[in-house]
């Protein structure tokens, strides 16, 4: 079992910055590859990012590539997902995924645990 909080969200202008944070519970954590979502208003839940169980591979959606770097440190038993660059149609309620297996998953059936999710909101 793990438990998942995510922290980190706001509200930020176009071009601004956030890091998310997602803090991982449970003996397992070492063994998950993790992932960030997003779900905007009257949208499906879309992938955002997914890393490895090691942190050796990333991945990421076209639409934040070169934007948004995902990393995890399994010392704190955190995943964190830096937003750079940021633009109005990156509002959405963004959520952490655990998946226990070693690699990578790209759509939400994959997942296993989720948080609760933290809202980032962009202005224009």
């Known amino acids: 079992q793990v438990q998942l909080v995510e922290s980190g969200g706001g509200l930020v202008p176009a071009g601004g910055s956030l890091r998310l944070a997602c803090a991982a519970s449970?003996?397992?954590?070492?063994?998950?590859?993790m992932g960030w979502f997003r779900q905007a208003p009257g949208k499906e839940r879309e992938f955002v990012a997914a890393?490895?169980?090691?942190?050796?591979?990333?991945t990421y959606a076209d639409s934040v590539k070169g934007r948004f770097i995902i990393s995890r440190d399994k010392a704190k038993n955190t995943v964190y997902l830096q937003m750079n660059s940021l633009k109005p149609e990156d509002t959405a309620v963004y959520y952490c995924?655990?998946?226990?297996?070693?690699?990578?998953?790209?759509?939400?059936?994959?997942?296993?645990?989720w948080g609760q999710g933290t809202q980032v909101t962009v202005s224009s």
């Open positions: 449970g003996r397992t954590f070492g063994s998950n590859a």
């Open positions: 995924a655990a998946r226990p297996v070693l690699g990578i998953g790209t759509i939400p059936k994959e997942y296993d645990y």
């Open positions: 890393i490895n169980w090691s942190g050796s591979i990333t």
